[in-house]
């Protein structure tokens, strides 16, 4: 099958995603449908989130993670990530972030 239909599942809403990182990471699953994703989130009881095809997540990965190395990289605040997610169509529950003054 190709990548080209390939599906990522983010079951843990953003609000939650710096509770438990490695948690958060860790369910943030690659499958071949969204099918397999609803068979998955019933065998291990976690809800379904949202799902996302594998080529938006890379082109949003690819703005999220671009200036990591840079030198005066600094975390995204709340509204830059809001608005990150939004200029990818990533919205909805799992990705609502209140208003803050802190960095994301």
């Known amino acids: 099958m190709s990548p080209a239909n390939w599906y990522v599942h983010f079951p843990i809403p953003m609000t939650r995603a710096w509770d438990n990182v490695t948690y958060t990471c860790s369910t943030m699953l690659v499958f071949d449908s969204e099918a397999a994703v609803d068979h998955w989130s019933a065998r291990h009881g976690i809800p ?33 990530a809001r608005a990150l997610f939004a200029q990818f169509g990533l919205t909805g529950p799992i990705w609502a972030l209140p208003a803050a003054a802190e960095r994301f």
């Open 48 to 80: 379904r989130g949202d799902v996302q095809l594998l080529s938006t997540v890379w082109a949003f990965a690819r703005a999220w993670y671009g200036r990591h190395l840079d030198d005066d990289w600094t975390k995204w605040t709340v509204d830059e």
